[in-house]
């Protein structure tokens, strides 16, 4: 069997998405009702060799994985849901990387999850959050969320407003330790604590400055300024780190940047950064690059 | 064309029915749950699964019990973690798992 038909009659007909009992009386829009949309793999999309150097891998943003469901439009860095593309699973314990834009009003109904630390970062617009730990919250730019999913949790998300879009970053790490107490946790950071230095938003210590997960690993948001320049540490020796670019150009690793693209980095313990444009913001996420 | 059958085994019933679910939506598998040791030791007897799913809640000891039981009944059976409950991974992880297989077996 031809390679792209292989994959195809392995995917297709699947709907990812799930929802079961209600949490929510919100606005209809349960993701079971998403229409099935045709696999997109590394067949399918531009996929140019990734591998610029022996330890470092480059996603252009516009090699990602792409869904559009109408009131749900994805890009994926890492296969997920219709995108399978086995040279894009995971960057270390970082598992999901997805960019989501979410209509007014909508949002995904009450969903599972089990075993995966997941990490959602809005950058425009409301979430509301409510799950079966009886949380009932709404997240906004600024602010991060966490669920450590463990044993099995419910949840849904759905935009707050309805006369706005909401983005966010949905991002899923592989937990160190699987079957925890199911947890929920957010945190609203000072975005002005990011000007042209590093603001520690997520780390495995409860105390530590951020949010904390089951995992080794440590994330920053940066917001620099055209032309500033500076270093990263890497936390713990073994670790890699993935480099988002959530707004403007950067040159990491004497590699260029544009808005959306993705580097990881993994064999070394200092990265180098300059941003190329005003206001630059990146997202480092420090993960482990092997599972416990 | 033979229905890939799947054995999805996790302690949370809620998550269990949501993962079998989303498994027979797709034509191309047909998958079915366990949520007790037992049950997938009977199921596994009474079927000829290509994989099995492994889920939350199953404690160490006891999945490396029945890894153990099914590579020895089945030494080609693919055995693969299922993370994060159904909504996201399930399609990637299962055409992962039969791809490497896949390849292994042309090689």
Not at chain 1, 49 to 72: C, E, I, M, Q, Y
Not at chain 1, 197 to 225: C, M, R, T, Y
Not at chain 1, 246 to 269: F, Y
Not at chain 2, 88 to 96: F, M, N, V, Y
């Amino acid at each position: 069997m031809k390679r792209k038909e292989f994959l195809r009659k392995g995917l297709m007909g699947t709907s990812m998405f799930v929802a079961t009992t209600a949490l929510g009386e919100i606005t209809k829009n349960d993701i079971d009702e998403l229409k099935e949309l045709d696999v997109v793999g590394f067949n399918h999309i531009p996929n140019t060799d990734s591998t610029v150097a022996s330890n470092t891998v480059l996603h252009k943003a516009d090699t990602r994985g792409h869904a559009n469901h109408g009131w749900l439009e994805s890009h994926q860095t890492f296969s997920f849901a219709n995108y399978y593309n086995p040279e894009r699973m995971h960057f270390g314990v970082l598992r999901v990387l997805n960019d989501d834009r979410v209509d007014p009003a909508k949002g995904f109904g009450t969903h599972p999850h089990d075993n995966m630390e997941i990490i959602s970062i809005p950058l425009e617009g409301d979430l509301e959050h409510k799950d079966s730990m009886g949380n009932a919250s709404i997240i906004k730019h600024g602010d991060i969320q966490v669920m450590s999913a463990g044993t099995g949790i419910f949840h849904s998300e759905y935009n707050k407003n309805s006369d706005k879009e909401v983005r966010f970053l949905q991002i899923w790490l592989f937990p160190n330790k699987k079957n925890v107490t199911p947890r929920y946790g957010q945190l609203t950071l000072d975005v002005n604590d990011r000007h042209n230095k590093w603001q520690q938003i997520l780390s495995p210590n409860e105390g530590d400055a951020g949010v904390w997960i089951h995992q080794d690993a440590w994330f920053h948001l940066s917001k620099f300024d055209k032309d500033f320049e500076t270093t990263y540490q890497l936390k713990k020796k073994g670790n890699g780190v993935y480099a988002f670019l959530i707004k403007g150009d950067a040159t990491i690793e004497n590699i260029t940047m544009n808005q959306r693209d993705g580097l990881g980095i993994w064999d070394t313990d200092k990265i180098t950064i300059k941003a190329n444009t005003q206001d630059a913001e990146i997202l480092l996420m420090e993960v482990p690059m092997t599972m416990v | 064309m033979k229905k890939v059958q799947i054995l999805y085994i996790g302690r949370h019933a809620e998550i269990l029915a949501t993962v079998v679910r989303l498994l027979n939506q797709n034509e191309q598998w047909q998958g079915i749950g366990a949520l007790t040791d037992e049950e997938a030791i009977t199921l596994f007897n009474n079927n000829n699964f290509d994989i099995i799913l492994l889920g939350s809640g199953i404690e160490e000891e006891y999945e490396k019990s029945l890894c153990s039981f099914f590579r020895k009944e089945k030494p080609g059976i693919i055995i693969i973690q299922h993370y994060g409950g159904g909504s996201g991974l399930l399609a990637s992880e299962i055409a992962q798992a039969l791809y490497v297989h896949h390849k292994a077996a042309i090689s």
